[in-house]
C-alpha cells in the first residue's frame, strides 16, 4: 500500500511538473499581436435625408474585413452628427488622435489637403495590382484628387444632380415627357405651355419651374465661370452670359409670381432639381406618402443650351488615410474594402440612398432590383444606364480655391444676378463689373 502511495505522489509530480513545463513554453512564445484601426464616421446621410441605417453598411464592412485579417480589430465613434463631425476631427487633431481611416466632408477636403492631414494615395493606387481605378467613376475619383492629379482620398458614395418632373401635370397638359437629350428650348417651351392662371383669379398658379438656378444653367451651357485647367474664374464669358439670359427668360413666365416648395408639393410645377438620394427617400414609403402622393413623378436629366450638353452636379463622400496613422498599409487594405468590395458597395443601395462608386455595380441589375424593392410595382425605376450616363459626365467643385471662397463666390453671383433680374439691368454690362469686384475679393 505504501509502495501504491509512493508511485501515486510520483505520478502527480510528474504531470505537475509537465504542466509547468507546458505552461512555461505557452508563456515563452511570441504572442500574435493585435492591430487595431479606427474608422472615423458621422452617423445619418451625407446628403440631408433621412437615414438611420448608416451604421449598417460599415458593421457589415468591418465584419468582412476582421474575418480576412485575423488579429485585426476596427473601431469607430458612434452618434456623431454631420453637423459636428468637422468639430470633432478638430478635436482629434489637436489631440493628435485622427482616426487612422475617416470620412472627409466637402468643406473640409481642401484644407486637409493643404495642412498635410491626408496621405497620399498615388502610390497605394500604383503599386497595388489588386487596384483597379478604372472600375471606379472617373467623375467621382477626380472629386477626391487634390492639386496636380494627387489623389487625397477615394469616393466611397457618389450622388448625382438630376431634374424633378411632375409626370402627371406633363400629362393634364398633353406633353411628353422629355427626352434624355432634350435642350434649353424644349425646357422653355414645356414651362410656357403649363405657366399659367388655372382658377381664373388673374393671378399665375401653375408654374414650370421651382429652384432651378442660373448654376445648373451653367453646367449645361458648354462652359463654366471656373476654368480648372487654368485655374481661373471668370463670371463675365460667354457661357455665364448665356445662362443668366435663360435664367431671366425662364423668372419672366411667372409674371412676379414667387414660387414656393409648398407649390412643388401641391402638383403645381412641372420640374424642380433634387439630388439622386431625395429621388431614393421620396420614392418610397412612407416618405413618398408624406411628400408626392397627390401625383406620379420622376427624374432625368438637366436640358443642356444643345443636344449632348445635358450636363448636372455630382458629389460624393470621400474616405481618406491619416498622413499620421501608424498602420497605413492595413488603413489602405480597409479603405479599398469600403470603396471596391462589391458587398460593400452593393450596402450603399441596400442601406443608403446614394449610388455606388463602382460602375459594375451601379449598372447591376441587383442594384436595380434593390431600388425597386422599396417602390411600387407601377414605379419606374431610374435606369442603370441613365444613372451612369449622368455621373460620367456631370461636373465637380473646382478644386483650386478653398471651400468657404467658392461659397462665397457663389453667394456674391447669387445677390448680383437676383439684382439684375430685380431691376431688370443689363446682364453684359452688370456681369463685367461684377467680375472686377470678384477679382478684388480674390485680391484682398
Known amino acids: 500500500m505504501r509502495l501504491y502511495r509512493k508511485w501515486i505522489t510520483r505520478m502527480i509530480q510528474a504531470a505537475a511538473a509537465l504542466l509547468f513545463l507546458a505552461g512555461m513554453y505557452f508563456w515563452s512564445r511570441p504572442q500574435a499581436q493585435t492591430q487595431e484601426l ?3 464616421m458621422f452617423t445619418g446621410s451625407n446628403w440631408g435625408v433621412e437615414n438611420a441605417d448608416a451604421f449598417v453598411i460599415i458593421d457589415r464592412a468591418i465584419e468582412r474585413f476582421e474575418e480576412s485579417h485575423p488579429g485585426v480589430t476596427v473601431r469607430y465613434t458612434s452618434g456623431i452628427e454631420k453637423k459636428d463631425y468637422s468639430e470633432w476631427c478638430a478635436k ?4 493628435g488622435e485622427m482616426p487612422d481611416v475617416f470620412m472627409v466632408l466637402d468643406t473640409d477636403f481642401n484644407q486637409y489637403c493643404s495642412l498635410g492631414i491626408l496621405q497620399e494615395l498615388n502610390t497605394f493606387m500604383e503599386s497595388d495590382p489588386e487596384f483597379q481605378s478604372e ?5 467621382a475619383m477626380d472629386i477626391g484628387k487634390g492639386m496636380e492629379e494627387i489623389q487625397y482620398a477615394l469616393p466611397y458614395e457618389v450622388v448625382p444632380t438630376m431634374l424633378f418632373v411632375n409626370k402627371t401635370l406633363l400629362r393634364q397638359e398633353g406633353i411628353e415627357m422629355p427626352q434624355q437629350d432634350w435642350t434649353w428650348d424644349d425646357f422653355l417651351e414645356i414651362c410656357r405651355k403649363v405657366t399659367k392662371d388655372t382658377d381664373g ?9 421651382y429652384n432651378y438656378s442660373w448654376q445648373d444653367a451653367m453646367y449645361t451651357s458648354g462652359g463654366s465661370a471656373f476654368d480648372n485647367e487654368k485655374q481661373n474664374v471668370d463670371f463675365s464669358n460667354q457661357y455665364v452670359i448665356e445662362s443668366v439670359k435663360f435664367m431671366k427668360e425662364l423668372l419672366a413666365l411667372n409674371q412676379g409670381e414667387n414660387v414656393t416648395q409648398e407649390d412643388f408639393d401641391a402638383g403645381k410645377v412641372a420640374f424642380m432639381p433634387l439630388t439622386f438620394a431625395e429621388y431614393r427617400t421620396y420614392k418610397t414609403y412612407p416618405y413618398k406618402i ?3 402622393s397627390n401625383f406620379q413623378w420622376d427624374c432625368t436629366t438637366f436640358p443642356g443650351r ?8 455630382v458629389d460624393a463622400l470621400l474616405i481618406g488615410i491619416n498622413h499620421d496613422s501608424t498602420e497605413k ?5 480597409f479603405l479599398k474594402e469600403l470603396v471596391c468590395g462589391y458587398e460593400s458597395q452593393l450596402d450603399i443601395f441596400r442601406y443608403s440612398q446614394g ?5 459594375s455595380v451601379a449598372r447591376s441589375e441587383k442594384a436595380a432590383s434593390i431600388i425597386q424593392e422599396d417602390m411600387d410595382k407601377e414605379e419606374q425605376v431610374i435606369s442603370g444606364e441613365l444613372l451612369c450616363d449622368v455621373i460620367e459626365h456631370g461636373t465637380i467643385t473646382p478644386k483650386y480655391y478653398q471651400y468657404e471662397t467658392y461659397e462665397q463666390m457663389i453667394s456674391l453671383a447669387n445677390t448680383e444676378i437676383t439684382e439684375i433680374f430685380e431691376k431688370n439691368k443689363n446682364i453684359e454690362s452688370s456681369m463685367k463689373i461684377f467680375q472686377r469686384e470678384i477679382r478684388k475679393y480674390l485680391n484682398q
Not at 444643345?306 to 452636379?313: A, D, F, L, M, V
Not at 498599409?329 to 487594405?333: H, K, M, N, R, S
Not at 449610388?355 to 460602375?359: I, K, W, Y
Open 290 to 292: 408624406k411628400k408626392y
Open 201 to 209: 383669379d388673374g393671378r399665375i398658379d401653375q408654374f414650370g419651374t
Open 135 to 139: 472600375e471606379i467613376f472617373q467623375t
Open 355 to 359: 449610388v455606388s462608386v463602382l460602375e
Open 329 to 333: 498599409e492595413l488603413a489602405w487594405e
Open 38 to 40: 479606427e474608422f472615423g
Open 306 to 313: 444643345t443636344h449632348g450638353e445635358n450636363i448636372s452636379k
Open 92 to 95: 482629434r487633431l489637436l489631440e
